[in-house]
């Protein structure tokens, strides 16, 4: 009994920082091509948020060109400014930090087949912030979308060089196969192919 009685008085007597270990914060950094590209993983991203960790949605193009019928938005500056608008009340919604907007043209992204301006940006972005975490498409970019494929390049090409910013995880996104049978087909053959085969894992 004494021993039982000692154990607790000693915890008052010596404070200690805590019993349990504190959880790390990380900056979790999500990158893609267009406003609402984070749809895919917009759970993910508020969890890590509500854990403490520091949450930041990356968008490369200004998102002009993605009409859609119902939305009545004509392309251009009208639907980019809606984009913009739409992208920070998601992150609002989402509880994760104002986006940043790399404000690129939307299906551009290959115009010289090198991604040079995208490269540049998001090598600043993530010199600024040092993301620890980085999630981004897959190769496939989900249904052959060449600019979701060029982001993957960019990011993954930016994790896998030998730089001080770069992160220490990189995870992809995507969609089970179970719900590409509602997505539009594949638009590049490559697309298709890098569909094939892959399986859903939990993070």
Same mark, same amino acid.
């Given at each position: 009994?004494?021993?039982?009685?000692?154990?607790?008085?000693?915890? #008052?007597?010596?404070?200690? /920082?805590?019993? *349990?270990?504190? =959880? +790390?914060?990380?900056? %979790?950094?999500?990158?893609? $091509?267009?406003?609402?590209?984070?749809?895919?993983?917009?759970?993910?991203?508020?969890?890590?948020?509500?854990?403490?960790?520091?949450?930041? #949605?990356?968008?490369?193009? /200004?998102?002009? *060109?993605?009409? =859609? +019928?119902?939305?009545? %938005?004509?392309?251009?500056? $009208?639907?980019?400014?809606?984009?913009?608008?739409?992208?920070?009340?998601?992150?609002?919604?989402?509880?994760?930090?104002?986006?940043?907007? #790399?404000?690129?043209?939307?299906?551009?992204?290959?115009?010289?087949?090198?991604?040079?301006?995208?490269?540049?940006?998001?090598?600043?972005?993530?010199?600024?912030?040092?993301?620890?975490?980085?999630?981004?498409?897959?190769?496939?970019?989900?249904?052959?979308?060449?600019?979701?494929?060029?982001?993957?390049?960019?990011?993954?090409?930016?994790?896998?060089?030998?730089?001080?910013?770069?992160?220490?995880?990189?995870?992809?996104?995507?969609?089970?196969?179970?719900?590409?049978?509602?997505?539009?087909?594949?638009?590049?053959?490559?697309?298709?192919?890098?569909?094939?085969?892959?399986?859903?894992?939990?993070?």
């Amino acid at each position: 009994m004494i021993r039982l009685i000692l154990i607790p008085l000693a915890l #008052l007597l010596f404070p200690v /920082k805590s019993i *349990k270990a504190k =959880r +790390e914060t990380r900056i %979790i950094m999500a990158v893609f $091509a267009h406003p609402d590209d984070e749809i895919t993983i917009s759970p993910l991203l508020a969890k890590y948020a509500r854990m403490g960790d520091k949450v930041y #949605l990356v968008i490369a193009t /200004k998102g002009e *060109k993605g009409t =859609r +019928e119902h939305a009545g %938005i004509a392309e251009g500056d $009208a639907l980019a400014d809606a984009s913009r608008k739409e992208a920070k009340c998601a992150c609002a919604a989402l509880g994760i930090n104002p986006p940043i907007l #790399l404000g690129l043209n939307d299906g551009e992204l290959d115009v010289d087949f090198t991604a040079a301006p995208l490269h540049a940006k998001l090598d600043s972005v993530f010199k600024l912030y040092q993301p620890d975490v980085l999630l981004t498409w897959g190769p496939d970019g989900v249904y052959g979308h060449m600019c979701h494929r060029l982001v993957h390049v960019g990011g993954t090409g930016l994790f896998q060089a030998d730089a001080h910013a770069r992160p220490s995880s990189l995870a992809y996104t995507g969609l089970p196969n179970a719900s590409r049978k509602n997505l539009e087909a594949p638009i590049t053959d490559s697309g298709f192919l890098l569909q094939q085969g892959w399986h859903q894992v939990t993070p």
